[in-house]
């Protein structure tokens, strides 16, 4: 993580070197990228980096926590709900805000694709592996709270249908990255929706057989 004179830079300061590092990271990944080419684009000196940061992996980290700070901020959490329709509503808003904010950044889906490659052994796959943790974490607490109300099947176990749900959006993530092919803006606007779907075919009871006639 940053040295303790990176916290002490203008909030403006750290966000332009951190902006110019994610590009870089995002175009080469870890080995690839130049530190020459972050420093010059940051508009910093290399003496002044190496006050900052480590070394390129301690750098790369510092941009993964932001990454992950800016993007609970900008998502947020479900507002209230008090059935299941406004469960599923909620969720549906939760999605968009993500979709958004992916979408507002150009380095996040590059960045996002090395990260995703990255080997679990080393630094950033670590770093993928405990956010991923947090992430499946919440994932549970929302699903608790949907059970609450009827809107989250009961019949499995809390913490099996968290890393199901989780699981399931890790693979819409890959499947985004890997496209070669954009979205089209019809096709992203259906997207929260669509995700939305596929969770609630997994998470939602399951509807009541009707009667036998007597």
């Known amino acids: 993580m940053p040295l303790p004179r990176f916290t002490t830079l203008a909030p403006e ?3 332009a070197i951190l902006a110019a590092a994610a590009e870089e990271f995002a175009r080469a990944g870890l080995e690839g990228a130049s530190y020459n080419r972050i420093i010059a684009r940051a508009g910093a000196s290399k003496g002044a980096m190496y006050y900052y940061f480590d070394n390129k992996e301690d750098l790369l980290l510092t941009v993964v926590a932001d990454l ?3 993007s609970a901020a ?4 479900p507002g209230e709900f008090a059935d299941a329709a406004g469960f599923w509503r909620e969720l549906r808003a939760l999605c968009a805000r993500m979709v958004a904010f992916f979408l507002a950044d150009p380095h996040v889906a590059g960045l996002a694709k090395r990260l995703l490659g990255a080997s679990g052994e080393s630094a950033p796959g670590r770093a ?16 608790r709270q949907g059970q609450a ?5 009961t019949d499995l176990p809390l913490e099996l249908l968290a890393h199901l749900v989780t699981g399931v959006g890790e693979a819409v993530d890959r499947w985004l990255l890997a496209r ?5 803006p019809d096709e992203l606007a259906a997207l929260p929706d669509r995700c939305v779907d596929l969770v609630a ?3 939602a009871p399951e509807p009541s057989p009707p009667r036998r006639a007597t």
Do not use: K, M, N, Y
């Not at 900008?74 to 959490?77: D, E, K, L, N, V």
């Not at 109300?149 to 099947?153: I, L, T």
């Open 74 to 77: 900008a998502i947020g959490r």
């Open 68 to 70: 992950a700070e800016r």
């Open 149 to 153: 109300v009827g809107a989250v099947r």
């Open 128 to 143: 993928v592996a405990a956010r991923s943790r947090q992430i499946e974490h919440f994932t549970a607490e929302l699903l």
């Open 13 to 15: 300061r750290r966000a």
């Open 180 to 184: 070669t092919d954009p979205l089209q």
């Open 201 to 203: 075919r997994l998470a």
